[in-house]
């Protein structure tokens, strides 16, 4: 199975860029649907980005879309996500995950079996 983790959270400012990534070992992304979340303090954690390893097909959230981009290096096995004009309300911890059912389409967290431990987004104002 594979394993993640998400590296690149910190503290910036509103308005700012940031790229996260997540890197996988075990098994190549390749086999995986894979798709990044996040979850604020006290929410529900919530689907961001998810990039199709089928049709190379993107999706992201309204809240963020025009924002954020999901992509994958598949010679470093890593998805990215990067996240331009930061808000406030984008702080939360980020977290990436995979699906070995490559055709799903569904944004519920419980579709995704495995995950990262997660990075932390501070965005102060």
């Known amino acids: 199975q594979v394993q993640l983790v998400e590296s690149g959270g910190g503290l910036v400012q509103a308005g700012d860029s940031l790229r996260l990534s997540c890197a996988a070992s075990g098994r190549s992304l390749s086999s995986y649907r894979v798709a990044w979340f996040r979850q604020a303090p006290g929410k529900e954690r919530e689907f961001v980005a998810a990039?199709?390893?089928?049709?190379?097909?993107?999706s992201s959230a309204d809240s963020v879309k025009g924002r954020v981009s999901i992509s994958k290096d598949n010679g470093k096995n890593t998805v990215y996500l990067q996240m331009n004009s930061l808000k406030a309300e984008d702080a939360a911890v980020y977290y990436c995950a995979a699906n070995s059912n490559r055709a799903a389409t569904s944004t519920n967290p419980t579709s995704f079996p495995y995950w990262g431990q997660g990075t932390q987004v501070t965005v102060s104002s």
């Open positions: 990039l199709s390893s089928i049709s190379g097909i993107t």
